[in-house]
T-cell receptor, first 112, second 116 residues
Protein backbone atom coordinates (compact mmCIF):
# COMPACT_ATOMS: atom_id res chain seq x y z
CA UNK A 1 0.00 0.00 0.00
CA UNK A 2 0.89 3.67 0.02
CA UNK A 3 3.66 4.67 2.42
CA UNK A 4 4.90 8.02 3.63
CA UNK A 5 8.48 8.46 4.80
CA UNK A 6 8.72 11.24 7.34
CA UNK A 7 11.97 12.73 8.56
CA UNK A 8 13.61 13.42 10.82
CA UNK A 9 12.26 10.98 13.36
CA UNK A 10 12.97 13.43 16.19
CA UNK A 11 14.47 16.84 16.75
CA UNK A 12 15.77 18.59 19.84
CA UNK A 13 16.22 22.32 19.38
CA UNK A 14 16.62 25.56 21.32
CA UNK A 15 13.76 28.00 21.70
CA UNK A 16 13.86 30.55 18.89
CA UNK A 17 15.34 28.23 16.29
CA UNK A 18 13.62 27.41 13.01
CA UNK A 19 12.58 23.84 12.27
CA UNK A 20 12.04 21.94 9.05
CA UNK A 21 10.60 18.48 8.54
CA UNK A 22 9.47 16.67 5.45
CA UNK A 23 7.51 13.80 4.04
CA UNK A 24 8.18 11.83 0.88
CA UNK A 25 6.45 9.10 -1.03
CA UNK A 26 7.33 6.90 -3.97
CA UNK A 27 3.90 7.58 -5.45
CA UNK A 28 1.76 10.62 -6.10
CA UNK A 29 -0.52 12.03 -3.43
CA UNK A 30 -3.56 14.17 -4.15
CA UNK A 31 -3.70 16.03 -0.85
CA UNK A 32 -1.17 16.68 1.90
CA UNK A 33 -2.11 17.47 5.48
CA UNK A 34 0.03 18.30 8.49
CA UNK A 35 -1.18 17.46 12.00
CA UNK A 36 0.24 18.00 15.48
CA UNK A 37 -0.41 15.55 18.30
CA UNK A 38 0.16 16.34 21.97
CA UNK A 39 0.51 13.51 24.51
CA UNK A 40 -2.82 11.91 25.33
CA UNK A 41 -4.69 13.85 22.68
CA UNK A 42 -5.79 13.43 19.10
CA UNK A 43 -4.10 14.95 16.05
CA UNK A 44 -4.96 18.58 15.41
CA UNK A 45 -4.95 19.83 11.84
CA UNK A 46 -2.31 22.52 11.18
CA UNK A 47 -2.26 23.00 7.44
CA UNK A 48 -4.04 21.41 4.46
CA UNK A 49 -2.57 21.50 0.94
CA UNK A 50 -4.60 20.67 -2.14
CA UNK A 51 -2.57 21.77 -5.18
CA UNK A 52 0.90 20.83 -6.37
CA UNK A 53 3.28 23.70 -5.67
CA UNK A 54 0.93 25.28 -3.13
CA UNK A 55 2.65 27.15 -0.30
CA UNK A 56 0.46 27.87 2.72
CA UNK A 57 1.16 29.58 6.04
CA UNK A 58 -0.57 29.41 9.39
CA UNK A 59 1.11 31.82 11.80
CA UNK A 60 4.69 30.64 12.30
CA UNK A 61 4.02 27.49 10.28
CA UNK A 62 4.58 27.18 6.55
CA UNK A 63 3.98 24.09 4.45
CA UNK A 64 4.40 23.30 0.79
CA UNK A 65 2.92 20.68 -1.53
CA UNK A 66 5.82 19.48 -3.66
CA UNK A 67 5.61 20.11 -7.38
CA UNK A 68 6.11 16.40 -8.11
CA UNK A 69 3.20 15.62 -5.73
CA UNK A 70 5.44 13.11 -3.99
CA UNK A 71 6.62 15.27 -1.11
CA UNK A 72 5.74 18.02 1.34
CA UNK A 73 7.59 19.97 3.96
CA UNK A 74 6.61 21.83 7.11
CA UNK A 75 8.63 24.72 8.53
CA UNK A 76 8.20 26.23 11.98
CA UNK A 77 9.87 29.57 12.55
CA UNK A 78 11.03 30.98 15.88
CA UNK A 79 10.07 27.88 17.85
CA UNK A 80 8.58 28.19 21.33
CA UNK A 81 8.22 25.58 24.11
CA UNK A 82 4.56 24.91 23.27
CA UNK A 83 5.62 23.68 19.82
CA UNK A 84 6.67 20.46 21.56
CA UNK A 85 4.76 17.48 20.23
CA UNK A 86 4.64 14.96 17.43
CA UNK A 87 4.06 16.27 13.92
CA UNK A 88 2.47 13.96 11.37
CA UNK A 89 2.15 14.32 7.66
CA UNK A 90 -0.83 12.65 6.05
CA UNK A 91 -1.88 12.25 2.46
CA UNK A 92 -4.81 11.28 0.34
CA UNK A 93 -3.41 8.89 -2.26
CA UNK A 94 -5.78 9.73 -5.10
CA UNK A 95 -9.05 11.49 -5.87
CA UNK A 96 -12.04 9.56 -4.67
CA UNK A 97 -10.00 7.75 -2.05
CA UNK A 98 -11.45 9.04 1.16
CA UNK A 99 -8.98 7.80 3.74
CA UNK A 100 -5.63 9.14 4.84
CA UNK A 101 -2.18 7.58 4.92
CA UNK A 102 -0.02 8.84 7.79
CA UNK A 103 3.71 9.16 8.22
CA UNK A 104 5.31 7.86 11.43
CA UNK A 105 5.75 11.32 12.85
CA UNK A 106 8.50 13.74 13.86
CA UNK A 107 8.88 14.28 17.58
CA UNK A 108 9.88 17.87 18.34
CA UNK A 109 11.43 18.86 21.64
CA UNK A 110 12.14 22.54 22.36
CA UNK A 111 14.48 23.61 25.10
CA UNK A 112 13.64 26.95 26.77
CA UNK B 1 -19.06 24.07 18.99
CA UNK B 2 -18.07 20.63 20.22
CA UNK B 3 -15.44 18.72 18.35
CA UNK B 4 -15.32 14.99 17.74
CA UNK B 5 -16.20 13.28 21.01
CA UNK B 6 -14.88 9.86 21.87
CA UNK B 7 -15.58 7.77 24.93
CA UNK B 8 -14.36 6.28 27.00
CA UNK B 9 -10.95 7.98 27.01
CA UNK B 10 -9.40 4.92 28.60
CA UNK B 11 -10.66 1.36 28.54
CA UNK B 12 -9.18 -1.67 30.25
CA UNK B 13 -10.28 -5.16 29.27
CA UNK B 14 -9.12 -8.67 30.02
CA UNK B 15 -8.29 -11.05 27.20
CA UNK B 16 -11.42 -12.55 25.73
CA UNK B 17 -13.74 -9.68 26.72
CA UNK B 18 -15.45 -7.28 24.35
CA UNK B 19 -14.48 -3.63 23.85
CA UNK B 20 -16.90 -0.99 22.60
CA UNK B 21 -15.56 2.37 21.54
CA UNK B 22 -17.91 5.24 20.78
CA UNK B 23 -17.52 8.28 18.56
CA UNK B 24 -19.83 11.22 18.09
CA UNK B 25 -18.80 13.27 15.05
CA UNK B 26 -18.75 17.03 14.91
CA UNK B 27 -22.15 18.64 14.39
CA UNK B 28 -23.08 18.52 10.75
CA UNK B 29 -20.54 15.82 9.89
CA UNK B 30 -21.87 12.67 8.33
CA UNK B 31 -18.59 10.92 7.49
CA UNK B 32 -16.73 9.00 10.19
CA UNK B 33 -13.31 7.36 10.02
CA UNK B 34 -11.63 5.07 12.55
CA UNK B 35 -7.85 4.81 12.88
CA UNK B 36 -5.57 2.80 15.16
CA UNK B 37 -2.27 4.07 16.55
CA UNK B 38 0.37 1.82 18.06
CA UNK B 39 3.08 3.34 20.30
CA UNK B 40 5.55 5.47 18.34
CA UNK B 41 3.68 4.86 15.11
CA UNK B 42 1.48 6.92 12.85
CA UNK B 43 -2.24 6.37 12.54
CA UNK B 44 -3.42 3.45 10.43
CA UNK B 45 -6.79 3.61 8.71
CA UNK B 46 -9.33 0.99 9.73
CA UNK B 47 -12.81 1.84 8.45
CA UNK B 48 -14.82 4.65 6.84
CA UNK B 49 -18.55 4.98 7.43
CA UNK B 50 -21.41 7.22 6.50
CA UNK B 51 -24.78 7.07 8.24
CA UNK B 52 -25.95 3.44 8.15
CA UNK B 53 -23.33 2.47 5.55
CA UNK B 54 -19.81 1.07 5.63
CA UNK B 55 -17.98 2.68 2.73
CA UNK B 56 -14.49 1.23 3.14
CA UNK B 57 -13.40 -1.37 5.68
CA UNK B 58 -10.20 -2.37 3.95
CA UNK B 59 -8.06 -1.51 6.99
CA UNK B 60 -10.07 -3.45 9.53
CA UNK B 61 -9.14 -7.02 10.54
CA UNK B 62 -11.60 -9.51 9.09
CA UNK B 63 -12.24 -11.22 12.40
CA UNK B 64 -13.36 -9.86 15.77
CA UNK B 65 -13.64 -6.23 14.59
CA UNK B 66 -16.82 -4.53 13.46
CA UNK B 67 -18.06 -0.97 13.10
CA UNK B 68 -21.37 0.74 12.68
CA UNK B 69 -22.74 4.26 12.33
CA UNK B 70 -26.49 4.07 12.93
CA UNK B 71 -29.04 6.62 11.84
CA UNK B 72 -29.28 7.86 15.41
CA UNK B 73 -26.45 7.87 17.92
CA UNK B 74 -22.70 7.58 17.80
CA UNK B 75 -20.50 5.41 15.66
CA UNK B 76 -19.36 2.25 17.46
CA UNK B 77 -16.14 0.30 16.94
CA UNK B 78 -16.55 -3.13 18.48
CA UNK B 79 -13.74 -5.56 19.21
CA UNK B 80 -14.77 -9.04 20.31
CA UNK B 81 -12.58 -11.49 22.24
CA UNK B 82 -9.81 -8.95 22.69
CA UNK B 83 -6.18 -10.03 22.67
CA UNK B 84 -3.07 -8.24 23.95
CA UNK B 85 -2.20 -7.10 20.44
CA UNK B 86 -5.38 -5.01 20.37
CA UNK B 87 -3.85 -2.62 22.92
CA UNK B 88 -3.55 0.71 21.13
CA UNK B 89 -5.05 4.17 20.85
CA UNK B 90 -8.13 4.24 18.63
CA UNK B 91 -8.99 7.54 17.00
CA UNK B 92 -12.14 8.65 15.30
CA UNK B 93 -12.26 11.46 12.76
CA UNK B 94 -15.16 13.12 10.99
CA UNK B 95 -15.71 15.34 8.00
CA UNK B 96 -18.78 17.09 6.60
CA UNK B 97 -18.26 15.69 3.13
CA UNK B 98 -16.02 13.08 1.62
CA UNK B 99 -12.31 13.86 1.79
CA UNK B 100 -12.30 14.26 -1.96
CA UNK B 101 -14.25 17.49 -1.53
CA UNK B 102 -11.33 19.24 0.16
CA UNK B 103 -12.86 18.78 3.57
CA UNK B 104 -10.11 17.71 5.99
CA UNK B 105 -10.76 15.23 8.73
CA UNK B 106 -10.95 16.42 12.35
CA UNK B 107 -9.94 13.99 15.06
CA UNK B 108 -11.19 13.18 18.53
CA UNK B 109 -8.86 12.65 21.49
CA UNK B 110 -8.99 8.89 21.14
CA UNK B 111 -9.70 5.88 23.32
CA UNK B 112 -6.70 4.20 24.84
CA UNK B 113 -7.43 0.49 25.04
CA UNK B 114 -5.35 -1.66 27.35
CA UNK B 115 -5.70 -5.42 27.40
CA UNK B 116 -4.59 -7.23 30.54
Amino acid sequence: GQQLNQSPQSMFIQEGEDVSMNCTSSSIFNTWLWYKQDPGEGPVLLIALYKAGELTSNGRLTAQFGITRKDSFLNISASIPSDVGIYFCAGQPRPGYSTLTFGKGTMLLVSP
Amino acid sequence: NAGVMQNPRHLVRRRGQEARLRCSPMKGHSHVYWYRQLPEEGLKFMVYLQKENIIDESGMPKERFSAEFPKEGPSILRIQQVVRGDSAAYFCASSPLALDSNQPQHFGDGTRLSIL
